[in-house]
């Protein structure tokens, strides 16, 4: 079965930058959209970025952040520049096979297949 495993959050300055990643493991057939989501304590689940594996159309609404996808490697990427501290969150990559051009990609719900997460603290 598939299985996703993030990498790279920590503790950065306000004003730094990260790049996260998510490898994929295990079969993924044909196209699909994988997505980064992050979660603050007691706020709920949001959309950060995602792509698409056939044609690599990214999605984002802040212009910080830069995602890709490395489809030989099977590992999504997600830069992120000028951190401020309201971005300190548990970051989760999520990947479906079923969303075709990464249409519904702000759900949560849309996702089938979750990473267990990554620390990301900005201060």
């Known amino acids: 079965h598939v299985q996703l495993v993030e990498s790279g959050g920590g503790s950065v300055q306000a004003g730094g930058s990260l790049r996260l990643s998510c490898a994929v493991s295990?079969?993924?057939?044909?196209?699909?959209?994988m997505g980064w989501f992050r979660q603050a304590p007691g706020k709920e689940r949001e959309a950060v970025a995602a792509?698409?594996?056939?044609?690599g159309r990214a999605h984002y609404d802040d212009t910080r952040v830069t995602v890709s996808l490395d489809n030989a490697k099977k590992t999504m990427y997600v830069q992120m520049n000028g951190l401020k501290p309201d971005d300190t969150a548990t970051y989760y990559c999520a990947a479906d096979s079923g969303l075709f051009g990464c249409i519904s990609w702000r759900l949560p719900a849309e996702f089938h297949v979750w990473g267990q997460g990554t620390q990301v603290t900005v201060s």
């Open positions: 295990g079969p993924m057939y044909g196209y699909y959209c």
């Open positions: 792509i698409y594996s056939g044609g």
